[in-house]
Nanobody, 125 residues
Framework: QVQLVESGGGLVQAGGSLRLSCAAS????????MAWFRQAPGKEREFVAA???????YAADSVKGRFTISRDNVKNTVYLQMNSLKPEDTAVYYC???????????????????WGQGTQVTVSS
């Protein structure tokens, strides 16, 4: 059984930083695409960042230069380092694991096989 457990969310002031973690079990994170999505209140869920099995990195334009996705193969864990946070980054952040993709600059929700339960990130102004 595949499980993804996110942690690291919380309340932070604008301009601050947080690091989200996603610990996986039942699948090896280095063999799949790991991605982060987020959903703000009243908005659709959106792609944030992804890392492929070949260590290619992808990020949404709204977070480029501020958020960085990384992976620790020994711990079977993926991270999302979030710097220079803005109030508009407030959302529930979800970790996913899924299939490889080509020919796109973002990761589709339909490609994700499993989702974590989500972790709340709140950025105050």
């Amino acid at each position: 059984q595949v499980q993804l457990v996110e942690s690291g969310g919380g309340l932070v002031q604008a301009g601050g930083s947080l690091r989200l973690s996603c610990a996986a079990s039942g699948r090896t994170v280095s063999s799949y695409v790991m991605a982060w999505f987020r959903q703000a209140p009243g908005k659709e869920r959106e792609f944030v960042a992804a890392i492929t099995r070949w260590n290619s990195l992808y990020a949404a334009d709204s977070v480029k230069g501020r958020f960085t996705i990384s992976r620790d193969n020994v711990k079977n864990t993926v991270y999302l380092q979030m710097n220079s946070l803005k109030p508009e980054d407030t959302a529930v952040y979800y970790c996913t694991i899924g299939r490889q993709f080509w020919g796109s600059n973002s990761y589709s929700q339909s490609w994700a096989d499993y989702w974590g339960q989500g972790t709340q990130v709140t950025v105050s102004s």
